[in-house]
């Protein structure tokens, strides 16, 4: 199955008046469709210089990008649908036209994309709050909105950066639970970037752990769970204990 994405031996540089700082180093690593891959590491060890480079913020000082098979370009960040750890709702459109703006944008409103737009906020319990503001939604359903108006592009790669960690920590299980499960769900590749070990596990399908800086990959931890089980079970399984204690030893030898 060929790739989504694919990274090969990047490097960045940042340069500034008072010298250079080496972000990322030799990272190397792949995702498939259908995938949910985890990105952890410790702040500044370069989380959010990778996730610039995979949009083309950045341009590698080394190394080569991928997507689906061709090199990375300007085109495909077309492809990609993002959630940040703030929703970016506009308080002065109801829902469904807060879950529309990215087709209005794009100029791709049609009715095959208003009826997807409904099933979703149906299927995902918003269809009731359709027609009501943002402030008039607890903090997981407007991340619930926020998810769904990037569903509705239909993006091929989804990148999650760090989104859950404005949350207070029971909105944040519910809320991961919910987002997690959502994405599962429809079938979506997704990366997501975080520093919270128990969040990477209960929704990656693999972690990938970097180094402090320059970030480079500690190593790769593929996650299965023997039932099929939500994120928020997955905190509860035996398996999830013995995948804390195998990423936080990898973290405790950083260097
Ligand atoms: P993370 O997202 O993991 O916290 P970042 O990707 O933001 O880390 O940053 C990685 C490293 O690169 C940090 O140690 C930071 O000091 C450095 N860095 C980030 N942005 C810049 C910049 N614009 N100029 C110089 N150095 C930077």
């Not at 989804?158 to 079938?187: C, M, W």
């Not at 997704?190 to 190593?219: K, Q, Y």
Request: glycine fraction near 6%; aromatic fraction near 8%; charged fraction near 20%.
């Amino acid at each position: 199955m060929q790739a989504i994405l694919e990274l090969s031996d990047i490097d960045y540089y940042y340069h500034t008046l008072s010298g250079e700082t080496q972000a990322l180093s030799h990272v190397s690593f792949t995702v498939h469709p259908g995938e949910f891959v985890a990105i952890v590491g410790p702040s500044g060890c370069g989380k959010s210089t990778l996730l610039s480079l995979i949009t083309r913020l950045l341009t590698p000082s080394a190394g080569k990008i991928f997507f689906q098979g061709h090199p990375l370009k300007e085109e495909d960040t077309l492809h990609m649908g993002y959630m940040l750890q703030k929703d970016h709702l506009l308080e002065w459109r109801t829902i469904r036209r807060n879950v529309l703006l990215g087709l209005e944008i794009q100029k791709k409103i049609t009715p095959k994309n208003l009826a997807y737009a409904d099933l979703l906020l149906s299927t995902y319990g918003l269809a009731a709050f359709a027609d009501k503001h943002p402030s008039e939604l607890s903090g997981g359903m407007r991340q619930r909105a926020a998810l769904i108006r990037t569903l509705v592009l239909q993006p091929e790669l989804l990148l999650l950066d760090e989104p859950f960690s404005a949350l207070d920590y029971q909105t944040r299980l519910h809320v991961s639970n919910d987002i997690g499960t959502i994405i599962k769900q429809e079938h979506k590749t997704a990366i997501l970037v975080t520093h919270d070990l128990s969040e990477a596990i209960s929704l990656g399908d693999r972690v990938i752990i970097l180094s402090n800086r320059p970030g480079r990959i500690r190593s790769i931890v593929p996650i299965h769970f023997s039932d099929a089980l939500s994120p928020m079970e997955k905190r509860n399984a035996k398996e999830f204990n013995e995948y804390f204690n195998l990423i936080w030893k990898e973290f405790e030898q950083n260097g």
